[in-house]
Nanobody
Framework: QVQLVESGGGLVQAGGSLTLSCVAS????????MGWYRQAPGRQRELVAD???????NYADSVKGRFTISGDFAKNTVYLQMNSLKPEDTSVYYC??????????????WGEGTLVTVSS
């Protein structure tokens, strides 16, 4: 059974920084992509950033230049360094991974989320 566990959320003042981490565990055979999504109250879940096993990253326009995603796929881990945080970044942040586990083909797995609150 695959689990994704996030850590690093919390309360920070506007302009501050946080680093989120996510570790995937279980009978993982291969990871294609790991990434971060977020969902604020009353809004749809949206992509923040993702990174492929080949190192190609993709960012939402709203976080470009402020957030940096990195991955250590040998350790099934992805990080999100968040700088210059704004109150509008307040959300629950979810880790996602497109991976293969056991004898199955690739599919998306999700963590339970970690809350990031940015105060003004």
């Amino acid at each position: 059974q695959v689990q994704l566990v996030e850590s690093g959320g919390g309360l920070v003042q506007a302009g501050g920084s946080l680093t989120l981490s996510c570790v995937a565990s279980g009978n993982i055979q291969g990871i294609n992509t790991m990434g971060w999504y977020r969902q604020a109250p009353g809004r749809q879940r949206e992509l923040v950033a993702d990174i492929t096993s080949g190192g190609r990253s993709n960012y939402a326009d709203s976080v470009k230049g402020r957030f940096t995603i990195s991955g250590d796929f040998a350790k099934n881990t992805v990080y999100l360094q968040m700088n210059s945080l704004k109150p509008e970044d307040t959300s629950v942040y979810y880790c996602m991974s497109d991976l293969s586990a056991g004898y199955g083909g690739p599919m998306d797995y999700w963590g339970e989320g970690t809350l990031v609150t940015v105060s003004s």
